[in-house]
């Protein structure tokens, strides 16, 4: 079955730091790959994905994430964080088998705090 | 592009009453719609797949006759909470999908209060 794994909960950085938020899922094939941000209240915003091709990919927002399957892992990083960017941040794994095309399953997400 | 939205962003509505979310794609032609439900704090879980035309598909634990999903065209979807009671009081966010693209489109979500 497949599955994500987001290990940390709560991450509180300050302003102007890197970041990076870690992600690991298990499913047997090469996996699509997703990261979204949610504010308060709000639907989800995707940052980046990968479905194949260069494992580091570059998103929006100054966000990054490299797929390293040997890992398993797809982690999210940005060099500089702004206080923008404090919100909720899910990883998220979708497939491609028939009938199930599109469905994805998400990791538990992760509240990043960014301090003044 | 690819934008979906939700109508409305916030309902409170009384125990046992229902109440009717709705769900557009308003530049493509979503053949799939998704709709999630996320308690505070925690993640989005899946409550059913609907394809256009066709009988949602719930996942296990979710009560098809409670949740009645309806995807009569290619941009709308609507759930309906039937005789809905406070445990129901949630966020519900649908997803949107056009034919042959493997990326879902969120929409805003929609805040359910039951009283």
């Known amino acids: 079955a497949q599955s994500v794994t987001q290990p940390d909960i709560h991450i509180t950085v300050s302003e102007g730091a890197s970041l990076e938020l870690r992600c690991n899922y298990s499913?047997?094939?090469?996996?699509?790959l997703f990261w979204y941000v949610q504010s308060p209240g709000q639907g989800l915003q995707l940052l980046l994905k990968?479905?194949?091709?260069?494992?580091l990919v570059q998103g929006i927002k100054g966000f990054e994430a490299e797929f390293k399957r040997s890992q398993s892992s797809f982690n999210l990083r940005k060099p500089s964080v702004h206080w923008s960017d404090a919100a909720e941040y899910f990883c998220?794994?979708?497939?491609?088998?028939?009938?199930?095309?599109?469905?994805?399953?998400f990791g538990r997400g992760t509240q990043l705090t960014v301090w003044p | 592009g690819a934008v979906v939205s939700q109508h409305p962003s916030w309902v409170i509505c009384k125990s046992g009453t229902s109440v009717k979310i709705e769900c557009r794609s308003l530049?493509?032609?979503?053949?799939?719609m998704f709709w999630y439900r996320q308690f505070p704090k925690q993640s989005l879980m899946l409550m059913a797949t609907?394809?256009?035309?066709?009988?949602?598909?719930?996942e296990q634990g979710v009560e098809k006759d409670k949740f009645l999903i309806n995807h009569a065209s290619l941009t709308l979807s609507t759930l309906t909470v039937t005789s809905a009671h406070p445990e129901d009081s949630s966020f519900y966010i649908c997803?949107?999908?056009?034919?042959?693209?493997?990326?879902?489109?969120f929409g805003p979500g929609t805040r359910l209060t039951v009283l």
């Open positions: 997803s949107a999908r056009a034919q042959g693209y493997n990326e879902q489109f």
């Open positions: 499913y047997g094939a090469t996996p699509y």
């Open positions: 990968y479905f194949s091709g260069d494992t």
């Open positions: 998220a794994v979708a497939h491609d088998r028939g009938s199930t095309l599109g469905r994805l399953y």
């Open positions: 530049d493509f032609q979503a053949t799939t």
């Open positions: 609907s394809n256009e035309g066709s009988k949602a598909t719930y």
